[in-house]
């Protein structure tokens, strides 16, 4: 097939890219940055176009005409920025991915459409008079594509600003499906983990995942920060994995994944982020550390003080897949302590190259 993945050089798209292309694909990559796709450049069926979306120039529906299957990955999905800039994450989240869908509409070219767990929102458990009987049950926290309801906070706490945008976006496919036989699929990745996740903060300004922060604190001896004490749980789940169960989403065999909505996530894999900061330092120690040595102290912060003003937090997100396993046979593999350690060595190595690199230039 001829594919246009849009958002490639991201962390989900780069891992998909290459997977692509494994697989024989004839891939036409469009993203902003190039870093995390540099190593398939070279590639024959590779073709990259760095580009901003959002720049009105560029060629979306030549593109779109061209290819078989067009896979939208583009998004601000990182908390920091929704409180920052909540503005052009509708933008660029919505409105720009609402241009892409059409264009699939125009030319009736299936789309696969990467959402997000976050239009879950919170639990109906967390919510001050909730009347359940064990709130701890893990049912209170499984969400399932189809019937799940959404509880999001206050419009003052626009962290759900991200959680909408996307939410509305999933309605607007729902409805060209409905109107005039739109083709899609959408994805909701339930916290994806591996090499490349993202950047580990350099200033006071980046505000990158949690998994970045805490490994930056263990590189640098700096203290593993606990937002509203690391109560808050999240089911990590590995990018082998996730890649995995996205490609056999690409392939859908039978027309299977036609107009549906895929959990992609490993139930089993649930920690709340205190148990996430003591594993990555339990790992550390015992991993990547040639003789002991101090680890950072783990403290806790208030989310406003964190993040600022508007902060609000999923407490609790486990995915349903009994959708993904029986339409897809698709099964996560990836424990939760694989999953970590394997994306820990992938910076422990990073940050020891860039270490050499820079005793050699300054020497
Ligand atoms: N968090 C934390 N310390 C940090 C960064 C984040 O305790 O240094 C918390 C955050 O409040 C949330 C969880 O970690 O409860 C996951 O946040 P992340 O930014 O990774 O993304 P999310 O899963 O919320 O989309």
């Avoid at 398939?40 to 061209?66: C, K, S, V």
């Avoid at 350099?202 to 590189?219: E, G, N, T, Y």
Wanted: charged residues 25%; glycine residues 6%; hydrophobic residues 40%.
């Amino acid at each position: 097939m001829k594919i246009l993945t849009l958002g490639a050089a991201g962390f989900i798209g780069s891992h998909l890219t290459h997977r692509l292309l494994q697989e024989g694909h004839a891939v036409v990559a469009v993203d902003l940055t190039i870093e995390k796709v540099a190593e398939y450049l070279d590639h024959p069926n590779l073709t990259f176009l760095q580009q901003d979306i959002r720049r009105p120039e560029w060629d979306l529906d030549g593109l779109a005409q061209d290819a078989d299957l067009v896979i939208d990955l583009i998004a601000y999905a990182n908390p920091g920025l929704y409180l920052r800039i909540p503005l052009e994450v509708f933008r660029l989240n919505f409105t720009e991915n609402l241009k892409i869908a059409e264009a699939c509409v125009r030319h009736g070219k299936r789309l696969i459409q990467f959402s997000t767990c976050e239009v879950y929102g919170r639990t109906a458990a967390s919510l001050p008079n909730a009347r359940v009987a064990d709130p701890e049950d893990p049912i209170h926290g499984t969400f399932s594509e189809d019937t799940s309801e959404y509880i999001l906070g206050p419009v003052s706490k626009h962290r759900w600003i991200y959680s909408c945008a996307k939410q509305l976006l999933e309605r607007v496919l729902h409805a060209y499906g409905l109107e005039q036989g739109f083709n899609y699929t959408i994805i909701r990745p339930f916290n994806f983990i591996g090499p490349k996740i993202d950047f580990l903060p350099q200033s006071k300004q980046d505000i990158p995942r949690v998994f970045s922060f805490f490994m930056d604190a263990l590189l640098n001896g700096t203290p593993m920060k606990l937002v509203n004490g690391g109560v808050s749980r999240r089911c990590y789940t590995y990018i082998d994995d996730a890649v995995e169960c996205t490609y056999r989403i690409v392939q859908n065999s039978g027309g299977i994944c036609d107009r549906q909505i895929f959990n992609i996530g490993s139930p089993d894999n649930e920690v709340s982020i205190r148990q996430m900061a003591e594993t990555m330092r339990e790992i550390y120690a015992a991993q990547f550390l040639d003789e002991p040595a101090p680890l950072p102290e783990i403290v806790s912060v208030p989310g406003e003080e964190f993040y600022g003003e508007g902060y609000d937090d999923s407490d609790r997100r486990i995915p349903n897949i009994a959708k993904a396993r029986r339409l897809l046979g698709w099964e996560p593999r990836w424990n939760f302590r694989d999953a970590l350690e394997a994306t820990m060595r992938y910076y422990v190595t990073e940050s020891q190259k860039n270490r050499v690199s820079s005793a050699a230039g300054n020497g």
